[in-house]
Antibody
Framework: QVQLQESGPGLVKPSQTLSLTCTVS??????????WSWIRQHPGKGLEWIGY???????YYNPSLKSRVTISVDTSKNQFSLKLSSVTAADTAVYYC?????????WGQGTLVTVSS | QSVLTQPPSVSAAPGQKVTISCSGS????????VSWYQQLPGTAPKLLIY???KRPSGIPDRFSGSKSGTSATLGITGLQTGDEADYYC???????????FGGGTKLTVL
C-alpha cells in the first residue's frame, strides 16, 4: 500500500519561500510509471493543481503558478518536494501531495501552511 | 470560478439515489478522461472513479461514473449517512495545459 506524507513549516512569512517535502513509502518513486503531484486547497474552497514531476525530473506546472513553483525529486530518499516563492496570504492553504497525473489515486493527509507575518 | 461546473449541493434520503453533474467543454471533459474524488470532512480527497467510469479496488459498486459529450456524472445509489462529503470532478484541460477541478458538491444525506 502506497503512503504519502507531507512535511514542512506550517507558518511562512509573506514574500518568503514555502518549502514542503512528500515522503513516499510502500512504493519506489524511481520504479517509474507514475507522476507525483502537488495539489492545494484554500480554506473552505476547492482543489487547485500545482504541478507534477516524473522520477526522471521532468516537470509540468499549473501555468497560473509556474513563475513561482519548483518541484524536485530525490529518488535516493524516495521524496519529492515543492517550493513556492514570493508567497502572500493568498497562498494559505492545505497542501497535498498525491500520486498520478491522469488521476490521483493516493494522497497524503495534507498539511496546512499559513502565510502570515 | 472553476473551469468545471458542479452544483454546490445535493441532498437525498438514506437508501435513495443521487447524481452529481460536472459540466465542462471540448478542451477538458470533451476530450479527456474524468475522475471523481470524495472528500470526507477533515480528510484528504479519495479517488472514487477514474477514466470516466472505472472504480479503483475497494470502491463499492454503489458509486458509478459516466460521461457524455462535455459533461460527466457521478451516481451514488443506496445512500448512507457515511456518504456525506464533498465530491469533486477533475480532468486535464488541453487549452489551459493544466489539470482542473470542479468547485465541489456537498452531499447531504437527510
Amino acid at each position: 500500500q502506497v503512503q504519502l506524507q507531507e512535511s514542512g513549516p506550517g507558518l511562512v512569512k509573506p514574500s518568503q519561500t514555502l518549502s514542503l517535502t512528500c515522503t513516499v513509502s510502500g512504493g519506489s518513486i524511481s520504479s517509474g510509471g507514475y507522476y507525483w503531484s502537488w495539489i492545494r486547497q484554500h480554506p473552505g474552497k476547492g482543489l487547485e493543481w500545482i504541478g507534477y514531476i516524473y522520477y526522471s525530473g521532468s516537470t509540468y506546472y499549473n501555468p497560473s503558478l509556474k513563475s513561482r513553483v519548483t518541484i524536485s525529486v530525490d529518488t535516493s530518499k524516495n521524496q519529492f518536494s515543492l517550493k513556492l516563492s514570493s508567497v502572500t496570504a493568498a497562498d494559505t492553504a492545505v497542501y497535498y501531495c498525491a500520486r498520478g497525473a491522469s488521476n490521483f489515486d493516493y494522497w497524503g493527509q495534507g498539511t496546512l501552511v499559513t502565510v502570515s507575518s | 470560478q472553476s473551469v468545471l461546473t458542479q452544483p454546490p449541493s445535493v441532498s437525498a434520503a438514506p437508501g435513495q439515489k443521487v447524481t452529481i453533474s460536472c459540466s465542462g467543454s471540448s478542451s477538458n471533459i470533451g476530450n479527456n478522461y474524468v475522475s471523481w474524488y470524495q472528500q470526507l470532512p477533515g480528510t484528504a480527497p479519495k479517488l472514487l472513479i477514474y477514466d470516466n467510469n472505472k472504480r479503483p479496488s475497494g470502491i463499492p459498486d454503489r458509486f458509478s461514473g459516466s460521461k457524455s459529450g462535455t459533461s460527466a456524472t457521478l451516481g451514488i445509489t443506496g445512500l448512507q449517512t457515511g456518504d456525506e462529503a464533498d465530491y469533486y470532478c477533475g480532468t486535464w484541460d488541453s487549452s489551459l495545459s493544466s489539470w482542473v477541478f470542479g468547485g465541489g458538491t456537498k452531499l447531504t444525506v437527510l
